[in-house]
């Protein structure tokens, strides 16, 4: 498997074609915005306001957040750089951030630093032997930055708005992060993802497989709920990072990647 396989393999196949259908209603949205006086005005206020809340995010961040360094949760800062170097690109500040219990993780930017950001309990797995689960949720916070799912954000802002639209691409993005982070840490998929489902103690007693035998045949509601939510249902993602992990390890496609730069595309 070359690269260009590999990548091919790691990007879910929706997400080019609905990133087109965001980019093009967006663009109408601006373009009729634009057009009147008002809308033009419209649309400079809220491209201040977004490039104000990323600014006093990063702020936040460095006055609260604990910057993950060789000095400050050495181990974890030694798995970012191994991460960053995998997929080819610069290593991003990481922070750690008190939630009050909250499991999430997510990454950000802010001209051109960008962040990952992981909350604190989700961090502490690594505490209770969970160190493949925490590489998992940064890999997957890294595959964001490396697809450029952020640098896409303030144009397609307008269709994020719009009812399963915004959803859908959301649901691709994060099928194309959890494939990446299932080549990285394939061993992170079940802590990773089971703690999101049960919390990081819990989630040690879970099965991966009775979780994934919820999946149901054609429920109608499991479906509408997933077509308005930004990500796959948590039984998905087990069951697809799975299959994935078996596809991957009959290909065994470690040894290629790992001598040869990470294209984006
Ligand atoms: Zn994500």
């Known amino acids: 498997m070359t690269v260009g396989d590999l990548v091919r393999t790691l990007k879910d196949r929706r997400e080019g074609g609905r990133l087109a259908m965001c980019i093009v209603l967006s663009v109408s949205v601006y373009v009729l915005l634009i057009a009147s006086i008002v809308g033009g005005l419209y649309v400079a206020i809220f491209a201040a306001a977004f490039a104000v809340s990323l600014g006093l995010m990063a702020g936040h961040l460095r006055g609260n957040g604990v910057r993950v360094s060789e000095r400050q949760f050495p181990e974890a800062h030694a798995e970012l750089v191994r991460l960053s170097q995998r997929l080819d690109m ?42 493949a689960g925490l590489s998992f ?32 691409y959301s649901r691709a993005c994060e099928r194309t992060c959890d494939n990446y982070a299932t080549w990285l840490c394939p061993e992170g998929v079940e802590p ?31 479906e509408l709920a997933q077509a308005f939510a ?30 040869q730069p990470m294209p984006v595309v």
């Open 192 to 222: 990773g993802l089971l703690a999101l489902a049960a919390g990081r103690r819990l989630s040690k007693l879970m099965s991966g497989d009775a979780f994934v035998d919820q999946l149901p045949d054609g429920d109608f509601w499991f």
């Open 137 to 168: 949720v940064i890999a997957h916070e890294l595959a964001h930055i490396k697809r450029r799912h952020l640098d896409w954000r303030p144009w397609i802002a307008p269709a994020m708005f719009v009812p399963l639209v915004g959803a859908a």
């Open 230 to 259: 930004d990500h796959p249902h948590l039984v998905h993602r087990v069951n697809d990072c799975v299959a994935l992990r078996q596809e991957l390890g009959a290909a065994a496609p470690m040894a290629v990647a790992e001598s």
């Open 90 to 131: 610069p290593v991003p500040e990481m922070y750690v951030l008190q939630a009050g219990g909250v499991l999430n993780a997510f990454a950000t930017q802010f001209s051109t630093r960008r962040f990952v950001v992981v909350y604190s309990d989700l961090f502490e797995m690594a505490l209770d032997g969970g160190r």
